[in-house]
Each structure stands twice: as structure tokens, then as C-alpha cells.
């Protein structure tokens, strides 16, 4: 039932060597036409999208600038799907059959994949879930309730996507507990020397982002879990912005979980992951109850499964799991260190040229790309988000607009919503030129 290859302690497949930038090492790497002088050639990588070679409506060719939300997949991804489901559909540890059977061994692989890439040291600390969201509330649920009482401290951000907030709300209420949040600057860096002043409260848990969703500021992760360690808390990252854009180790990190969405890293909806220390998941009880979760079922107990399986009730999501495996490995080839020198040197050429081109747009977040990702959230003066969306809509610009699933957050900035310009990795100049352009059409539009 259980599949038990792990990769080695480098996060590597056994006897494979990987540099920095993550991708394999020997000729291979360095004839990939994706990446040209030790950088990514998005032009080249574009081509394996399908979906970026489609047209709008209006006859525009797409320009995909909500990576934020959601990735687009590349044909690599897309293909494991369609070959699970054309040439060896079934459930997972289930049939001993030769389809079933390869089946499990190809979600098993998938967590293997995945653990390597997050540079996990087992791979059975990789529990399978939908999406961030439900990693957060497994761990909201089945630690959370057996380990925060009356008066325990939660200290989470001001920036937190609701999958980071709701679910602690929900826990405090239930459990008499308090919140407190590490305030931000007004270009978006956290009061790291309030968070010092707010451990001192004790708490029993640090949840907070690694890379914000609206902001694009990246967090100094490592050095805010050394400070919640020493005082004693346990640390929860939300990874679902920076797994697709930086690199991620979590060894070095030293967090206690882990979480991220496959759906913003090239893989499907659906798909997602919670890392978590052994001893960790080892000590939660169950998340969900049903199948799969369970060693033995009587008629007045049960007992549960080994991990990450005691995690995982019922038939899931296969092949968006196995997606998730085939978009991680995508991900290493072009390494992620590549990834991240990619969406830095968008954001040298987007951030400037957007003000000398808009001298009046409101621009938010860290101004340094050293220590944003590819996220710019900007206002048109005058014109509300939505109608700016909509407008560069017509030019086959796509954009999110609205407060991005952080209303603290815009409560904080006093903003109504934002638009928002989100990269990766098949994001070009050209796409950031087309917004430019877009933007003054906007303006044209609304006489502004």
C-alpha cells in the first residue's frame, strides 16, 4: 500500500546532483532551449502553454497577468493528466489489479516529487490536500484543537490572505483564545520589532505568509521562525505565494508546517500540500474520517492509518495529485533559482517603467525587487479597479481587481480594492508593455 522512496538528503532523486539555481545537473541542463545563458528565455517557455497561443474574444491575444490567482499549465502538466485518465484510471491503494497498481505507484511518485522540491526530508510528511486553504484548516483542527486553550496567543500579520486568518478566528472563538498581529509599514514590510515586543505574549503558534499575495513582499521567513522558536511557539508559513516563485527549503526554514496550492505553481486545481514535521503529524489526530484514514474500522472504534495516509479520508483528487508531481518536476528543471532572477528583472523593467509611463499611478508594496515578487498592485486615479480590469479587458489584458482575499489588508492601506499585475514564468516584457499600453487606454476611456 505504502510507497517509500525518498529523496536523498540534498531533496534530490538518489545519485542525481542538483546546483543552486535547482535544476539537474550534466549537458541536458545546459542545451535546454528554456534557458539561455543561465537564464530563463520565456519566449521559449511560452510556446509550452498552450492557453497563452489562444485569442480573446475580441480578437486580442492574451495577455496573462493573473499568475497571483491562478498559474496557466504547461502541455507537461496537462499530459500527465490526460494519460492517467486514458491509460491507467483507478483508485489509489485500493486495486491490486495492474491499472489500480500503477496508479498508487504514480501518486505515490507525486509525493516524492513534491517533497523533493520543497527539499522535504520524507516524503511521508507530505500530506496531500485541495488547495492552502484546507492545509491551513487541517492543522487549524487537528493541532489547533487539542493545543490551544483559554487565553493562548495566535500571532499572525496584517497582510494574510483569509485562508490564514479565518481559520484562527474560527479557532480562538471556539476556544477562548486571542489574536495579535505584526503591523506592516506603509510600503508593506513587517514591524519585525513589534513581532519581538508580541512574543513576549508567549504564543503558542506564528502563522503568517511567506510571500504576500497583494503586496509581493517577500518575508525574512528563516529569521522570523529562529525568533518564534526562541520564544517557544510553533510556526505555520503559507507558501502558496513563493513555492511557484522562490526558492524553497524547508530544512533550512525550520518551520513546523508548511502549506501551499498546486493551482499557483503550474499544476491543477485541487491540488496542494501540507508539510509538517513527523512528530507533528504523528501527534495531530484526524483531519477527516472515512476511508483510506484507517488501519482498522469496528463497530465502537477505529484505528487510524500511518502518515501522511491518516490525513487523506476517502478517494482524492488523483490526477490532479499526480498533476502536482509533474509541475514540480517542470519547476526544477528550470530551477528555481532561475525562476526567481526571472521575476526580479520583470520587476526592474515593470516598476519603472510603469511610473515614468503613469507618473500618477498609485503603485503599493516594497519599491525594492530584492525583496518583492512578481506582484504589483496599482490604482488608476479616478477610475475604480473594477473598471480598469474591465477596460484592459478589451485589450486582452488580464488582471485581477478587487482586495484579493485580504480586506484586512486594504483596510490597513485605507483602500477599497486594487488592481493587480501578478508574473511567472511565461510572463515577457512585452506582456508588462501591453499593461503600459492598456493603462493609458484606460485613461482614454475615463477621461483621466
Known amino acids: 500500500m505504502t510507497i517509500t522512496a525518498r ?60 499568475s497571483a490567482s491562478t498559474s496557466q499549465k504547461p ?27 500503477r496508479s498508487t505507484a504514480a501518486y505515490e511518485a507525486a509525493r516524492v516529487k ?25 492543522v487549524a483542527y487537528a493541532w489547533g484543537r487539542q493545543s490551544i486553550g483559554r487565553g493562548d496567543v495566535i500571532v499572525l500579520t496584517e497582510m494574510e490572505h483569509h485562508a490564514n486568518l479565518v481559520p484562527w478566528q474560527l479557532l480562538v472563538q471556539e476556544r477562548d483564545g486571542d489574536l495579535e498581529f ?41 529569521e522570523m521562525t529562529r525568533m518564534a522558536h526562541e520564544a517557544g511557539a510553533l510556526v505555520l508559513i503559507d507558501g502558496a505565494q513563493a513555492v511557484p516563485h522562490v526558492p524553497v527549503d524547508v530544512g533550512a526554514i525550520d518551520a513546523d508546517f508548511y502549506v501551499f496550492s498546486g493551482h499557483k505553481m503550474l499544476a491543477p486545481t485541487g491540488s496542494g500540500a501540507l508539510w509538517a514535521r513527523r512528530e507533528l503529524l504523528e501527534s495531530m489526530p484526524p483531519f477527516l474520517a472515512g476511508g483510506e484514514m484507517i488501519r482498522e ?13 491518516k490525513f ?32 526580479r528583472e ?19 508594496g516594497p519599491m525594492d525587487p530584492a525583496i518583492r515578487g512578481g506582484v504589483v498592485p496599482f490604482n488608476v486615479p ?36 486594487t488592481a493587480r499585475a501578478s508574473f511567472n514564468v511565461y510572463t515577457t516584457r512585452t506582456d508588462i508593455d501591453a499593461l503600459i499600453a492598456g493603462i493609458a487606454e484606460v485613461k482614454r476611456v475615463f477621461g483621466v
Not at 480586506?407 to 483602500?415: F, G, N, S, T, Y
Request: charged share 20%; glycine share 8%.
Open 114 to 138: 513534491v517533497a523533493r522540491f520543497i527539499n522535504a526530508p520524507d516524503a511521508h510528511e507530505i500530506v496531500f490536500t485541495r488547495n492552502a486553504t484546507e492545509a491551513i484548516n487541517l
Open 182 to 222: 505584526i503591523p506592516i509599514t506603509d510600503d508593506g514590510i513587517l514591524r519585525l520589532d513589534v513581532f519581538e515586543v508580541l512574543l513576549r505574549l508567549r504564543p503558542k503558534l506564528v502563522a503568517f505568509t511567506h510571500v504576500s499575495n497583494t503586496l509581493g513582499t517577500i518575508n525574512p521567513v528563516a
Open 382 to 417: 479616478g477610475v475604480h479597479p473594477h473598471d480598469v480590469a474591465q477596460v484592459l479587458d478589451r485589450s486582452g489584458v488580464a488582471v485581477r481587481a478587487g482586495h484579493h482575499c485580504t480586506m484586512p489588508l486594504h483596510e490597513r492601506l485605507d483602500l477599497p480594492a
Open 7 to 66: 529523496p536523498d538528503a540534498s531533496g534530490n532523486p538518489p545519485g542525481t546532483g542538483a546546483p543552486e539555481g535547482g535544476s539537474p545537473a550534466g549537458p541536458a541542463a545546459t542545451a535546454d532551449p528554456r534557458i539561455r545563458d543561465g537564464c530563463l528565455v520565456p519566449e521559449v517557455i511560452r510556446a509550452e502553454f498552450p492557453i497563452l497561443a489562444t485569442a480573446t474574444s475580441t480578437g486580442k491575444p492574451l495577455v496573462y497577468l493573473d
Open 297 to 309: 474500522v469496528h463497530l465502537r472504534r477505529s484505528e487510524w492509518n500511518e502518515i501522511p495516509w
Open 312 to 343: 487523506e479520508a476517502g478517494t482524492p483528487d488523483i490526477a490532479a495529485e499526480i498533476g502536482l508531481g509533474a509541475a514540480a518536476d517542470y519547476l526544477r528543471t528550470l530551477g528555481m533559482g532561475r525562476v526567481r532572477d526571472h521575476e
Open 346 to 364: 520583470l520587476l526592474e523593467y515593470a516598476l519603472p517603467a510603469l511610473a515614468a509611463a503613469h507618473p500618477d499611478l498609485a503603485l503599493y
Open 75 to 101: 502541455q507537461a502538466v496537462i499530459d500527465a493528466l490526460d494519460t492517467y485518465y486514458r491509460e491507467y484510471n483507478a483508485n489509489v491503494h485500493r486495486g491490486i489489479y495492474e491499472i489500480g497498481e
